[in-house]
């Protein structure tokens, strides 16, 4: 699910859709308008999948497209190599939510965990 929203709107923090990635902002940087064009605004975001640093540089009234991102509970089931099976606390499904070397010494089974729901893919949210 995305919204439109313009780039004017954007705040550092929040999320944005850059590539058909889910972003989260790092940095904005407004410019003044010139004697012919328009103020622009260059956003610096980090992909929240991929981990890759992205940027535009776009009109401050430019639509874009904002992802809606869903943090959730779920309690571990079980830990495999490459995914871990969550139960959500909310509706009792069981997804696969793939995590990383470092994310498995984090988890135990039986445990809560909060994690990401973002355009139909998920990923743990382990701070």
Not at 108 to 125: F, I
């Amino acid at each position: 699910m995305k919204e439109q929203v313009e780039v004017r709107e954007l705040k550092e923090g929040r999320y944005v859709i850059i590539d058909e990635e889910p972003c989260i902002i790092k940095s904005i940087s407004h410019s003044k308008p010139g004697k012919h064009g328009s103020a622009k605004a260059r956003v610096d975001a980090i992909g929240i999948f991929d981990n890759q640093k992205k940027s535009i540089v776009q009109p401050v009234t430019t639509k874009i497209y904002v992802p809606t991102v869903e943090r959730k509970t779920g309690q571990v089931l079980s830990i495999g190599d490459t995914s871990v099976q969550l139960m959500d606390l909310g509706s009792y499904a069981t997804i696969d939510v793939p995590i990383t070397e470092d994310q498995k010494s984090k988890i135990e089974e039986g445990k809560e965990v909060a994690y990401l729901a973002v355009m139909g893919r998920t990923k743990l949210d382990i701070r």
